[in-house]
Nanobody, 129 residues
Framework: EEQLVEAGGNLVQPGGSLRLSCAAS????????MGWFRQAPGKEREGVAYIKVVNDYTYYADSMRGRFTISQAQDKAKNTASLQMNSLKPEDAAVYFC????????????????????WGQGTQVTVSS
């Protein structure tokens, strides 16, 4: 089973920035897409961003487009995805989960449930003054 390890969650002030990273244990040939979801207390898990390994094509949730940037390591064999988050707001506070898909979902990437998807344990992001 694939393992994903997130890092970078922290407490940050409104307007600040954070960079999350995710490393997957799977061989590079197995992962087609990587991405991030988040879940705040009492809310459903929601898609944040998604990237295709083969060509760096990206998808974003509308509320995060322009503030968040997903990227992957230039050496794709490293299976690492990062999420740069700028202009953070209190409503961005959540547990952020990394995912790796063995087959990309394209337009339905932001539907959490997918049989060929693996999840990390999550990393806490707190936005507060």
């Amino acid at each position: 089973e694939e393992q994903l390890v997130e890092a970078g969650g922290n407490l940050v002030q409104p307007g600040g920035s954070l960079r999350l990273s995710c490393a997957a244990s799977a061989p590079a040939s197995r992962i087609a897409c990587m991405g991030w979801f988040r879940q705040a207390p009492g809310k459903e898990r929601e898609g944040v961003a998604y990237i295709k390994v083969v060509n760096d094509y990206t998808y974003y949730a509308d509320s995060m487009r322009g503030r968040f940037t997903i990227s992957q390591a230039q050496d794709k064999a490293k299976n690492t995805a990062s999420l740069q988050m700028n202009s953070l707001k209190p409503e961005d506070a959540a547990v952020y989960f990394c995912l790796a898909d063995l087959v990309c979902r394209d337009r339905s990437w932001d539907t959490p449930d997918w049989a060929l998807r693996y999840w990390g344990q999550g990393t806490q992001v707190t936005v507060s003054s």
